[in-house]
């Protein structure tokens, strides 16, 4: 099929790479000019695995360009919308006008004079936005058939999530015409992944917007919780790994999503639930998604958690002591730096007077750039040199791996906050470390009960 992609960030570049390598003829838009000149070289704008070795195939075969102008999309069949839905400064709400643009463009360029080409929106976006889209597209007089098609790429998985997705929802008109030239044009375009066995729902448009920021609301809020339990261990001398351990052995509850640490960030997760809650005090029903706003409430705590746990440390105060900060992408295998818990930590240790090292093996330049204030190094012996606390922010394998009686040697006072509760509290004591935890230190209250 011939298909476009308008926008070519994180979703909208993995995308069209991954339908190149289905074998259909993509072209991707963006007004990015610099952007798209460095897709068309093979190289990405962005760190993600497995991703640049396709783009580079796929581009190299010539099933895959990007371009800056419009008019080269007029005869695709399926134009896939992929543009950002940031948060709008000061408002909860979702910021659409990336999403009006793009579409103002297809209703200008697209040739529907030979047949109906659909619309299939991949981005993220308030319940009702579909509908809207599909009266613009009628009012323009031209054949454009709406499905919503939403997106669940992880950070870190995205080409294995396009390419062996766990399902394939189509919202579809309400006109059943439409609905059935929608979900047969879809069908064609996703015809291997199908055929393969992944699983179709078809469902109207609010349902099928409704997926994506139901299932991150519900991610969130499962985050949220274990964070909660963690600040009740700190509390009674609890350890919340094992809580979490001896919980999910329950499958109504599962093990996924409930490891306590200093919250979740990204692009993602943070702005789609603030989205969720002002969309639904729109409709007029905001009493039903109250609990997201403590949901975010905990997860914003846990970061002003990580940075009271580093100055009890250092005796109540960071100024003329080093802090290394190990991390500063939202998540490992990632250099996606939005809303980022490990940055909003190191940004107020800074503030507070600490001699601040940040290193990622990933974010690094990205960082430097975003954040000229900050002393950012390329490796972790650089970072903890003289330390008087680590902090591990971000769960990197290699920060996993590291060998505490060799960073030992390395840093002026062994102290560690492990704000992912990935290492072994046991091992980073016995090398001489004082180990701090999210939820895996009781603090005095807890010592009291205890005797």
Not at 146 to 172: K, Q, S
Not at 398 to 416: C, G, K, Q, S, W
């Amino acid at each position: 099929m011939h298909i476009s992609v308008i926008g070519c960030g994180y979703l909208g570049a993995v995308h069209a790479a991954c339908m190149a390598s289905l074998g259909h003829e993509v072209i991707g838009l963006d007004m990015d000019e610099s952007k798209t000149v460095q897709l068309n070289s093979g190289v990405p704008p962005f760190y993600e695995p497995d991703f640049a070795g396709l783009l580079a195939e796929q581009v190299g075969e010539g099933r895959l360009e990007f371009t800056t102008d419009p008019g080269r999309i007029t005869q695709a069949q399926i134009h896939f919308i992929a543009v950002g839905t940031p948060q709008l400064a000061g408002r909860y709400a979702a910021d659409l006008s990336y999403l009006r643009a793009a579409v103002r463009t297809l209703v200008e360029v697209a040739d529907t004079a030979q047949g109906p080409a659909v619309i299939a929106g991949k981005s993220t976006v308030p319940v009702g936005t579909a509908q809207h889209i599909q009266q613009v597209c009628d009012d323009s007089g031209k054949d454009l058939i709406v499905v919503w098609n939403p997106e669940f790429l992880r950070e870190g998985f995205a080409v294995a999530d396009t390419l062996h997705p766990d399902r394939i929802v189509y919202g579809l008109p309400d006109d059943l015409h439409r609905a059935e030239v929608g979900r047969r044009f879809l069908d064609d375009c996703y015809a291997g992944l199908l055929a393969a066995g992944t699983p179709r729902l078809l469902t109207n448009h609010p349902t099928a917007e409704l997926v994506k920021v139901a299932a991150n609301s519900f991610l969130a809020t499962k985050i949220s919780f274990i964070n909660a339990m963690a600040q009740l261990c700190d509390a009674t001398g609890g350890d919340v790994t094992q809580l979490a351990e001896a919980i999910g052995y329950d499958d109504r509850i599962g093990k996924k999503f409930l490891r306590a640490g200093v919250g979740f960030g990204g692009g993602c997760l943070p702005k789609d639930i603030r989205a969720f809650m002002a969309r639904a005090g729109e409709l007029g029903v905001d009493e039903a998604l109250t609990f997201l706003r403590e949901v975010d409430a905990i997860n914003l705590r846990q970061r002003d958690k990580a940075v009271e746990m580093a100055s009890k440390l250092l005796g109540g105060r960071f100024v003329g002591h080093k802090v290394a900060v190990l991390g500063a992408a939202f998540k490992p295998d990632s250099d996606d730096l939005r809303d980022s818990p490990a940055l909003e930590v190191a940004q107020q240790i800074w503030s507070r007077g600490a001699d601040l090292v940040i290193t990622d093996p990933a974010a690094a330049d990205a960082l430097r750039s975003k954040r000229p204030n900050l002393n950012v190094v390329d490796t972790v012996a650089e970072a903890v040199a003289g330390a008087d606390a680590v902090l591990l922010l971000t769960e990197w394998q290699e920060y996993r791996d590291l060998d505490p009686l060799e960073l030992r040697a390395l840093v002026r006072t062994p102290n560690i906050v492990d704000g992912r509760n990935v290492l072994d509290p046991q091992r980073w004591q016995d090398a001489g470390w004082t180990y701090r935890g999210m939820g895996r230190h009781g603090g005095p209250a807890a010592a009291e009960q205890r005797v």
